[in-house]
């Protein structure tokens, strides 16, 4: 039998990472040179060691350079979560860009251009 406590546990943890971040990225990351970061999801290992942290971007920005900023300043931010997240082990934290946000945009450019073909 599986211990639900135990599967559920992760997706909490996530969901407070989540949260966390949301607010240290609108408090210390937003601005023109970084546009707008938004936490799109958080995944937890099982052991809660590792939070795989996907974010998508949205301006003006060189997404590139703004997730080196973000891995940069990897050590801050786990520190920032450690004072808001209450946990037995702060987690490591890996960024990187939300794939979905980009299959989102080729489906709206597909459906735009069947629109234009049937016209």
Request: glycine residues 4%; proline residues 3%.
């Amino acid at each position: 039998m599986v211990n639900t406590e135990a599967s559920r546990r992760p997706k909490r943890v996530a969901s407070l990472i989540k949260e966390a971040l949301g607010r240290i990225f609108l408090r210390e990351f937003q601005g023109s040179a970084t546009g707008l970061i938004t936490v799109t999801r958080v995944e937890m290992t099982a052991d809660l060691q590792v939070a795989h942290v996907y974010l998508s971007f949205f301006g003006d920005v060189r997404e590139d350079e703004v997730l080196a900023l973000i891995e940069k300043r990897t050590g801050y931010l786990r520190k920032s979560i450690a004072s808001e997240v209450k946990l037995k082990y702060n987690p490591t934290l890996i960024f990187s860009r939300d794939p979905a946000t980009e299959y989102e945009r080729r489906i709206d450019s597909l459906m735009e251009r069947l629109k234009d073909n049937e016209k």
